[in-house]
Antibody, heavy 123, light 109 residues
Framework: EVQLVESGGGLVQPGGSLRLSCAAS????????MSWVRQAPGKGLEWVAN????????YYVDSVKGRFTISRDNAKNSLYLQMNSLRAEDTAVYYC????????????????WGQGTLVTVSS | SYVLTQPPSVSVAPGKTARITCGGN??????VHWYQQKPGQAPVLVIY???DRPSGIPERFSGSNSGNTATLTISRVEAGDEADYYC????????????FGTGTKVTVL
């Protein structure tokens, strides 16, 4: 069974840092793009970042560029999101998702998703 | 960046058909994917490549895409279909390719 399990969320003060982790199982982790998607309380889904299979390409939504870093460890089947200089507007449930990217078709989608981890930025 | 617009809400009686639209500039030239999210749960893929269904998704869920509008259709709606639905495209021309629609709350009357 394909499974993604996030951890590392919690309460952090504005300006603080947090590192999210996502443990993958049930598929060949090193063969897939991976992504982080977040959802602020009562709001819609917002894509945050993508990372290519070998980590050679990374993409970020503008609002987190320079503050967040996506990374992966294929030997440990794990995805990470290092979040620095956190702001109140970063408060959200953060989901880890496998990205099915079809380069020749210039498309991609997210399946499956983890259960999410809540990050709260507040003083 | 690319923008996807959905109606905030759609109401439908049990057994009827719900149609959820997703508007975007020339969206018909892109592949559209759809997710269902029930309260307190993670999103679940229900349609990919405009109209393909992942295994385990009922045939009642179907999709289409043309011009400036993509549509998710839920036939013979059941109470369990009540959820938020999001469309998504991959904007390969951008350095932030993941784009989600604004989301639609489907209420079963």
């Amino acid at each position: 069974e394909v499974q993604l399990v996030e951890s590392g969320g919690g309460l952090v003060q504005p300006g603080g840092s947090l590192r999210l982790s996502c443990a993958a199982s049930g598929f060949t982790f090193s063969s897939y793009w991976m992504s982080w998607v977040r959802q602020a309380p009562g709001k819609g889904l917002e894509w945050v970042a993508n990372i290519k299979q070998d980590g050679s390409e990374k993409y970020y939504v503008d609002s987190v560029k320079g503050r967040f870093t996506i990374s992966r460890d294929n030997a440990k089947n794990s995805l990470y999101l290092q979040m620095n200089s956190l702001r109140a507007e970063d408060t959200a449930v953060y989901y880890c998702a496998r990205a099915l990217v079809v380069v020749v078709a210039a498309t991609g989608w997210f399946d499956p998703w983890g259960q999410g981890t809540l990050v709260t930025v507040s003083s | 960046s690319y923008v996807l617009t959905q109606p905030p809400s759609v109401s439908v009686a049990p057994g009827k058909t719900a149609r959820i639209t997703c508007g975007g500039n020339n969206i018909g030239s892109k592949s559209v994917h759809w997710y269902q999210q029930k309260p307190g749960q993670a999103p679940v893929l229900v349609i990919y490549y405009d109209s393909d269904r992942p295994s385990g998704i009922p045939e009642r869920f179907s999709g289409s895409n043309s011009g400036n509008t993509a549509t998710l259709t839920i036939s013979r709606v059941e109470a369990g279909d009540e959820a938020d639905y999001y469309c998504q495209v991959w904007d390969s021309s951008s350095d932030h390719p993941g784009v989600f629609g604004t989301g639609t709350k489907v209420t079963v009357l």
